[in-house]
């Protein structure tokens, strides 16, 4: 069993940033890939980015080169940095962990999820 707990979302105006922060506790943080999911009012939770145990890492097309996902496995944290934020990054934020090594996409893929962090991004 993990646990995971996000925080670090708020409301922020168009153009800045925020980084999201998941802790994890439980089994060994190192055996998952983790990845961050996001769902927008009356819109499915989406992929947005995920990372595995080496830091490789691969991300939605609309937040390449404005968001970064990164990991302290010495800390059981994983990140999201977010820059050049847009309205439409508005979103309730989820941490998840994945018990295999790729970098996958789809919801079903992960196991364990946190509560998610609110992000408001007002134009």
């Known amino acids: 069993q993990v646990q995971l707990v996000e925080s670090g979302g708020g409301l922020v105006q168009a153009g800045g940033s925020l980084r999201l922060s998941c802790a994890a506790s439980?089994?060994?943080?190192?055996?998952?890939?983790m990845g961050w999911f996001r769902q927008a009012p009356g819109k499915e939770r989406e992929f947005v980015a995920a990372i595995s145990w080496s830091g490789g890492s691969r991300y939605l097309d609309s937040v390449k080169g404005r968001f970064t996902i990164s990991r302290d496995n010495a800390k059981n944290t994983v990140y999201l940095q977010m820059n050049s934020l847009k309205p439409e990054d508005t979103a309730v934020y989820y941490c998840?962990?994945?018990?295999?090594?790729?970098?996958?996409?789809?919801?079903?893929?992960?196991?364990?999820w946190g509560q998610g962090t609110q992000v408001t991004v007002s134009s």
């Open positions: 998840a962990a994945d018990r295999n090594y790729a970098l996958r996409v789809r919801e079903s893929d992960y196991d364990y």
């Open positions: 439980g089994r060994t943080f190192t055996n998952y890939a």
